[in-house]
């Protein structure tokens, strides 16, 4: 599979917009802007280019960190594959980029950030124990069985 993969380096210029879809998976999106700058020798200074803007989805665990720890404004460097999204309104065909991020962090060439590992979640185990004392409650009320009239000797596997 041969995936267009790129990284950005941008503002975020929106605020992240977070929300469960179908079957409680998450999913954050927001803009990405993105100005290139260049030194102008006549005007003896940098100059902004036009400005990039795409879209970023990122999806599950990375969703609920990115709404957690990045706000409109914040420096990033956005990693994943690039995507086209098309549909069709009043029988014209649209369509546009979609950087569905795999990776997305703050440009620390722009301020410092602190990381902060999120707690794993795990299932709590099922608590069986209560099941397992009743059984063996349950256990030690029946009454032994006598063995009949025969033997221990019935008891031993054929000889013959």
Known sequence: MTDTVL??????GTDIDHRKVSSGIDLATFRLANTPRRWD????QYVDGITNWISVQCWRALAVHVHDSVRRGDPVVVIGKLKTEEWTKDGIRNSRFILEATAVGHD??????????????????????QAAVKALQD???VEPVPYDDVGDEALLPDAS
């Open 7 to 12: 990284h950005m380096v941008g503002h975020v």
């Open 41 to 44: 020798r006549n005007q003896r």
């Open 139 to 141: 256990i030690e009320r």
């Open 108 to 129: 620390l060439n722009r301020g410092v950030s602190r990381f902060r590992k999120s707690p794993r979640q795990v299932e709590a185990p099922v608590d069986d124990s």
